[in-house]
């Protein structure tokens, strides 16, 4: 993974130091309450109900064990214990005090982590495939992008001060897992008639109150253009988005405003200038250094091959071969291990510091100390030898760290909701354990087989309830909880949004109702028919139906 | 007025053909009258307003201005990214001196934006 220069240590030391400074002109009133969370937000430090929350950047989900077992101390010292992975491939902690936040980010910086542009209206953390570099379906490693425009974005002057958050999500591999189709700049590595690698460039994708599937803005870009390119984007958005309305201020509404075909235009009435500037070309030099970064952890010696070799009766070990381990590897005789974050009775993507101080100590002995968090909110350990899977799931064991429920119905998505978020409408989290506790038949679970459920608190959609198979958005009705469930949504290659199944349904009823809709698929499947396909299939019509008439 | 010129606290006359931008004001359709201008205005005392940095780089780089780029309303926190966007002439908000904003510049000595 990629590791920090001098230059890159002073810039988040400086930044640590600059924070501290804020802190203390806040507290004898140079600066004022809106100036200070104008400040504070853009080092991923909100207020929310109860207390401040912090945001710290993981930036495309990558950590190694050194930065997770810091993530412990962190979480053990400065709050109650635990952290919060979230959707963004961010680590967040709720209950920091707002004096020792210069302290964490002093001692994050000794690991090579901060919290730089976490939060506000700029350019977020970049996000992309947790499997980058490791998956077989990679056209290029998507990493040594996101570093590179992690760099230019980091302390962008011109884009502090943007109509509202920017998200970049960047994938190389064929099978989309980074969202791409969902973001306010999505990047795919693509290879055109000639061989040559490049970018396809969408724009105005997102979720939220106006969910929008991004749209293709340069369907070849050259590599060496891509700062270029994407600086052009923001300074567009930044001079023509909407101010006046912080719903109406996401690129998306922008580029639906003016047509994708007239955004294009502008975009490149700028680019025709900013292309010719040297210092923003991306040479060949710079990309092969950047990806020297990336290699391959050291291996450690002897490696065995095939699971299949390894005789081990366990019916629960069995499970979690089939659900949690990723087989397909670049390198012989690996896979991916995911670490489910949904263990029954926890909220979706918490940790405990034990849990990360033992997933460090872990990562070291089976993973070539390298870790990443995924979209899902969920954790891989990219490097495992197939040879140790047994003992791998043994320690993970002793640390309630092998549910074997990736890509179940109970590895959801759920954002905070009410328990801890201002804005929500709805509880989530003790909703994700009703639905968890109803289905914890691991036997049930794999029947019903891969599919995705999303659920949000709000209309803002942090826990993407349109991208998911099943998706349930908290609404309020006159101060009652209830939820809007749609289904057909999708994230990845056929990113679609989900179609309302009918009208909310109260919160006693909700589980119930979700029992329905996948009753009505199990018996309704053709085969090995996923879920996501028998509702292409089928329409929603017969699940409504079905749902409807029993309530 | 006081203002902060190449990092360094002077007395400066607004120039009386100087012309205040809005955020909202299309540059290039004014191009041919503020080219002419000695001195163009912005106003970056809207803390979040973040337009005028885009302008004032446009102004820089895609339309070559040359004149003095006069900054109004800057603070300890952004002082340096109106100086990186292009702005040679700085006026403090009026809860600073500029003085007060000077220490401000270096708080981060090295960026990752080269063309800035
Ligand atoms: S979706 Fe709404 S409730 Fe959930 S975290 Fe986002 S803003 Fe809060």
Redesign the interface.
């Known amino acids: 993974m990629y590791q920090y220069n001098k230059?890159d240590q002073?810039?988040i030391e400086?930044?640590a130091?600059?924070f501290r400074?804020?802190v203390e002109?806040f507290k004898t009133g140079?600066?004022d309450e809106?100036?200070f969370r104008?400040?504070r937000l853009r080092n991923g430090l909100y207020y929310q109900i109860h207390a401040h929350m912090l945001r710290i950047a993981i930036p495309y989900g990558v950590v190694n064990a050194n930065q997770m077992r810091m993530f412990g101390h962190i979480c053990r010292t400065y709050d109650k214990g635990y952290g919060h992975f979230t959707t963004r491939q961010n680590l967040q902690i709720n209950w920091p005090e707002l004096e020792d936040v210069p302290s964490i980010l002093e001692e994050l910086a000794t690991v090579q982590v901060h919290a730089i542009q976490t939060s506000g209206?700029c350019i977020r953390n970049i996000t992309s495939d947790h499997l980058a570099g490791i998956a077989t379906d990679e056209i290029e490693d998507p990493r040594p992008y996101c570093e590179i425009l992690r760099?230019?974005s980091?302390?962008?002057?011109?884009?502090?001060?943007?109509?509202r958050k920017f998200k970049f999500a960047v994938t190389g591999a064929i099978e989309d897992r980074a969202a791409v189709q969902w973001h306010d700049i999505g990047l795919r590595l693509v290879k055109n008639d000639d061989g040559e690698v490049g970018f396809q460039v969408l724009v105005g994708g997102g979720m939220g109150r106006t969910p929008v599937i991004g749209k293709v803005i340069c369907e070849f870009l050259e590599k060496r253009y891509i700062k270029s390119y994407v600086e052009s984007i923001l300074?567009v958005y930044?001079?023509h988005g909407r101010?006046d309305n912080k719903y109406k201020a996401r690129i998306k509404i922008l580029v639906n405003a003016m047509g994708i075909d007239t955004f294009r235009q502008e975009v490149e009435a700028?680019w025709e200038?900013?292309k010719q500037?040297p210092?923003?070309w991306l040479e060949q030099e710079e990309i092969d250094a950047m990806k020297a970064q990336f290699e391959h952890p050291d291996e450690s010696p002897k490696v065995s091959s095939s699971i299949e070799g390894i005789a081990v009766k366990d019916n629960n070990y069995d499970l979690w071969l089939s659900r949690n381990v990723e087989q397909t590897h670049v390198l012989d005789g690996y896979c991916a291990t995911f670490i489910s974050l949904k263990a029954q009775g926890e909220a979706p993507g918490d940790a405990t510091s034990e849990q990360m101080e033992a997933i460090a100590d872990i990562a070291e002995k089976f993973s070539r100390s390298e870790i990443r968090v995924t979209h899902e909110q969920n954790l891989v350990l990219p490097y495992v030898k197939t040879s140790e899977l047994y003992a791998l799931w043994m320690e993970l064991n002793k640390h309630e760290l092998a549910t074997p429920n990736i890509g179940t119905l109970n590895d959801m998505i759920c954002c905070p909701g009410l328990d801890f978020c201002s804005l929500a409408n709805a509880t989530t989290i003790p909703l994700a354990a009703a639905i968890n506790e109803r289905f914890n038949d691991l036997d049930e679970l794999h029947n019903i087989g891969n599919i995705k459920l999303k659920m949000s608190g709000c209309m803002n959609a942090c826990g993407h309830h349109h991208a998911g198979h099943i998706g349930i958005l908290g609404v309020d009705k006159k101060g009652k909880e209830w939820y809007q469930i749609t289904l057909g949504g999708s994230a990845e290659n056929d990113s679609a949004l989900g179609k309302r199944l009918g009208p909310a349904v109260k919160k006693e009823e909700l589980v119930g109702a979700l029992d329905t809709i996948l009753n009505v698929y199990l018996e309704k499947r053709q085969q090995d028919e996923s879920f996501q396909e028998s509702v292409n299939r089928l329409g929603i019509e017969p699940f409504k139906e079905q749902v409807y008439a029993s309530h | 007025m006081q203002v902060i010129k190449e990092r360094i606290v002077i007395d400066y006359d607004l120039p009386e053909s100087a012309i205040k931008i809005e955020p909202d004001t299309d540059l290039k359709e004014q191009l041919a009258t503020l080219s002419e201008a000695p001195a163009l205005i912005f106003d970056f005392s809207n803390?979040?307003?973040?337009?005028p940095?885009?302008?004032t780089?446009?102004l820089r780089?895609?339309f070559g201005f040359t004149g003095d780029i006069v900054a109004l309303g800057a603070?300890?926190?952004?002082v340096?990214?109106i100086e990186?966007?292009g702005a040679n002439i700085i006026s403090a908000h009026e809860k600073y001196s500029a003085d007060d904003l000077l220490p401000f510049f270096e708080?981060?000595?090295?960026?990752?934006?080269?063309?800035?």
């Open positions: 230059h002073q810039s400086q930044r130091a600059q400074g804020q002109r140079d600066i809106d100036e104008a400040l209206n760099h230019w980091t302390f962008h002057p011109e884009f502090n001060w943007l109509p300074r930044n001079l101010r700028e200038l900013l500037d210092s923003l | 803390y979040e307003e973040g337009r940095y885009s302008q780089r446009q780089t895609r603070r300890k926190d952004n340096a990214m990186r966007c708080e981060i000595t090295d960026y990752y934006q080269p063309n800035y």
